[in-house]
């Protein structure tokens, strides 16, 4: 076991633990983001460096600090080690810059993506984005084509963090697609214009952490601050069958893999829940999704406390035909 201090919390996780792991098991306050790594996936992480911290101490044996930013989920902690995440200005600079560069070819198109409010990116840009970015040139630019019957890509928005292309790789039964082309030419493309079409290719919409790959059955449907996110599951001889059904109504809009605090995948499903399963009586609901009070997806589900006493006599008044007096003093 080692002992490791992040952000002045201390804890003692086994050995061979990353940092980013560590910070993880400490709560998401502490966590640092990531845009790539998957605890779910195997060899995530290293792509995007959003989730780098500075290391202020490398153990209580070689006290000295690592000279650059490191990125947490390559980084294994070692006995005394120090780290700052939230608490260093230079990590939360360089953290801008990253983020400022994942933004250069990402276009500013949230007021039309199904994935704006639950989008990792848009957060990060919420907390480290500049207002005006530097970048002169022209940005890449792609037609959004299908590469499946319920998935469509949209190339301009992809941050190229392999987690589609790793999922694809560990849990169906052939990978399809993959990057190709190189550095700036680089993309994620079907090989010879297949389509994706194997029983849990829908897992690569719940992965992806902007709008790249997004389901079509629900494409432009609305917005998810306006739906009502609810667990359900249903027998499935396929997954387990656990899901989040995202509601208006008695519709139901869509189906997701139910997801952790870190917007990881719990378990993934298959594609007959994902797309075929769209009525209520498909599923046993098990309660409302947990929703964190910071998440745009919270707007819409707070819970009523007590209303004040003018509002229960207006409505005794309506109830009764008859006419509201004006509200002058509320309180």
């Known amino acids: 076991m080692a002992k490791v201090t992040i952000d002045d919390i201390t804890i003692e996780v086994p050995d061979g633990t990353t940092i980013l792991e560590a910070a993880r098991m400490i709560g998401p306050h502490v966590a640092p983001p990531t845009m790539c790594y998957y605890s779910k996936l195997k060899g995530t992480g290293g792509y995007c460096r959003t989730c780098i911290v500075k290391v202020e101490q490398g153990s209580e044996k070689d006290p000295r600090p690592m000279p650059k930013p490191v990125a947490s989920c390559r980084t294994t902690v070692m006995d005394g080690m120090v780290v700052r995440n939230n608490t260093s200005p230079e ?59 319920n998935v469509k890509l949209h190339m301009n928005r992809c941050i190229l963090c392999y987690r589609c292309v790793k999922t694809c790789d560990q849990i169906t039964d052939g990978r399809v697609h993959g990057v190709i082309n190189r550095g700036d030419h680089a993309e994620i493309s079907t090989y010879i214009s297949n389509a994706i079409d194997n029983d849990f290719s829908g897992n690569i919409i719940d992965v992806c952490p902007v709008g790249a790959l997004t389901d079509k059955t629900f494409r432009f449907k609305s917005r998810v601050w306006f739906t009502n996110p609810q667990e359900a599951h249903r027998d499935c001889d396929k997954c387990c069958g656990k899901v989040t059904l995202w509601t208006k109504g008695t519709d139901v809009l869509r189906v997701t893999a139910r997801k952790d605090a870190f917007g990881e995948v719990e378990a993934f499903i298959c594609n007959t829940c994902r797309f075929e399963k769209k009525q209520l009586s498909d599923w046993t609901i098990d309660g409302p999704r947990k929703v964190d009070h910071k998440s745009v997806i919270s707007a819409n589900h707070y819970q009523v406390k007590e209303a004040p006493k003018y509002l229960y006599d207006r409505v005794k008044l309506l109830n009764q035909g008859l006419d509201l007096p004006e509200v002058k003093d509320n309180k």
Do not use: M, S
């Open 91 to 149: 990590i939360q600079e360089a953290r801008a810059g990253i983020t400022e560069l994942l933004l250069i070819n990402h276009p500013l198109d949230c007021p039309v993506c199904d994935q704006a409010g639950e989008c990792h990116l848009q957060d990060l840009a919420f907390d480290h984005g500049k207002v005006k970015t530097r970048y002169e040139f022209e940005r890449r630019t792609f037609t959004p084509q299908d590469i499946g019957d």
